[in-house]
C-alpha cells in the first residue's frame, strides 16, 4: 500500500501551492479574528479535496483499471483512498492547536478535543460519503452530496449535544461518535470496492 500513498503524494504535488496558500489563509484569519475552532474547518476542507482530486486523477489517466490489471485489489484501491484522505486531517489538526493555544495564552485542552471530535466526525463522514458516491457517479456529484450529508450528521450531532452541558462533555461523549463514523467510513471502502470490481470487469 505504500506504492499507492507515494502516488497519490505525486499527484498532489501539482496542488502543493494551492494547499499551503489556503492553509495560511486559514490560519491568518483564526489567529486574527481569535476563533480557534475556525481552522478545524481546514481539516475537513483538504482530506475531503485530497479524496476528490486523487480520485478524479486517477479516473482521468485510467489508473485503476490498471492497477487491478497488475494485481492490486480493489479493497486495497479504496481503503488506502480512504486512510490516505484521514492522514491529511492531521496537520490542519495540529496547527489548529498552536492557534488554540496562541490565542488562548494557553491550551485549553477541553475545548480543543471537543472541535477536533466534531472535526473528526465531519472528515469520516466526509470519506464515507465522498468514497463511493465519487466511484459510482463522479467527484462533482460526490461534492453536492458529501457536503448535505456533512451537514446532516453534525446538525444531528449538535442536537443531540444541545441536551448536554458542556462540563458533561468527557471521554465517551467525544470518542463515540468518530468511532461510529469511522465503522461507517470502513464499510464505505467495502461497497467501494465492490463498485470498483463491477466497474472494471
Known amino acids: 500500500m505504500s506504492g499507492l500513498f507515494l502516488k497519490d503524494l505525486y499527484t498532489l504535488k501539482k496542488y502543493a501551492l494551492w494547499y499551503v496558500s489556503v492553509t495560511a489563509i486559514f490560519v491568518a484569519v483564526a489567529f486574527f479574528t481569535g476563533n480557534n475552532s475556525f481552522i478545524l474547518g481546514l481539516a475537513v476542507l483538504i482530506p475531503l479535496s485530497v479524496l476528490t482530486a486523487t480520485i478524479s486523477t486517477d479516473k482521468k489517466d485510467e489508473w485503476t483499471e490498471y492497477a487491478l490489471a497488475c494485481g492490486i485489489s480493489p479493497v486495497s484501491v479504496a481503503a488506502e483512498k480512504a486512510i490516505f484522505a484521514a492522514c491529511t486531517f492531521l496537520l490542519p489538526a495540529l496547527a489548529s492547536a498552536g492557534v488554540c493555544a496562541v490565542n488562548d495564552g494557553g ?26 458516491v465519487s466511484y459510482r457517479f463522479g467527484t462533482e456529484k460526490a461534492r453536492l452530496i458529501t457536503g448535505i450529508a456533512i451537514a446532516a450528521a453534525l ?6 449535544l444541545s441536551f448536554i ?37
Open 155 to 160: 446538525c444531528g450531532i449538535i442536537a443531540g
Open 107 to 132: 491550551f485549553d485542552v477541553a475545548a480543543y478535543l471537543t472541535a477536533l471530535s466534531f472535526s473528526a466526525d465531519a472528515v469520516l463522514v466526509a470519506i464515507a460519503v465522498s468514497l463511493p
Open 165 to 201: 452541558e458542556s462540563s458533561d462533555m468527557n471521554a465517551p461523549l467525544l470518542i463515540l461518535p468518530p468511532a461510529l463514523f469511522a465503522c461507517t467510513a470502513a464499510l464505505a471502502v467495502v461497497l467501494t470496492s465492490s463498485i470498483i470490481k463491477k466497474q472494471t470487469t
